[in-house]
């Protein structure tokens, strides 16, 4: 199963991704064996700044057809790293080919494409910069990948 997170913003080059690019890595590397094959991002900008709406029609563009998809929401779901594990193994062994995580833009994710979404998950009941929510995304997707792996990489 492919991933992909599609984010409103351009990150610039610094720490923050330089971390994402690792946990990339270490996603792929580890998530291999599992089914877990591709880890992309892809990045998104509304230059004519249409707002919500307009960057809701860029999301969908990005997301690869057919895709389960999980819109990261303060309103979302808050679950446990093991239980955000049991949530990829649950998509992979279901069959999905891709699954799609959306980083929304400074206002959020448009109502009515949140709506759409298979998925919805919170990092907390505080906003979070778009490149923090990335980072935080693929550090926990690598978590995810080490979970189901067997790794000792989490520890409860």
Partial sequence: MRVTVCAVGRLRGGPERDLIEDYVQRFERTGRSLGLT????????????????????????????????????????????????????????????????????????????????????????MVWPHMLARLMLTEQLYRAASILAGSPYHRV
């Fill in 38 to 125: 591709q880890l992309q991002i892809i990045e998104v900008e509304d230059r004519k700044g249409g707002g919500m709406a307009a960057e809701a029609v860029l999301l969908r563009k990005a997301i690869p057809k057919g895709a389960t998809l999980c819109c990261l929401d303060e309103r979302g779901k808050l679950i446990s790293s093991p239980d955000f594990s049991g949530k990829l193994a649950q998509w992979r062994d279901s069959g999905a080919q891709d699954v799609a995580f959306v980083i929304g833009g400074a206002d959020g994710i448009d109502p009515a494409f949140r709506a759409e979404a298979d998925f919805a998950l919170s990092f907390g009941k």
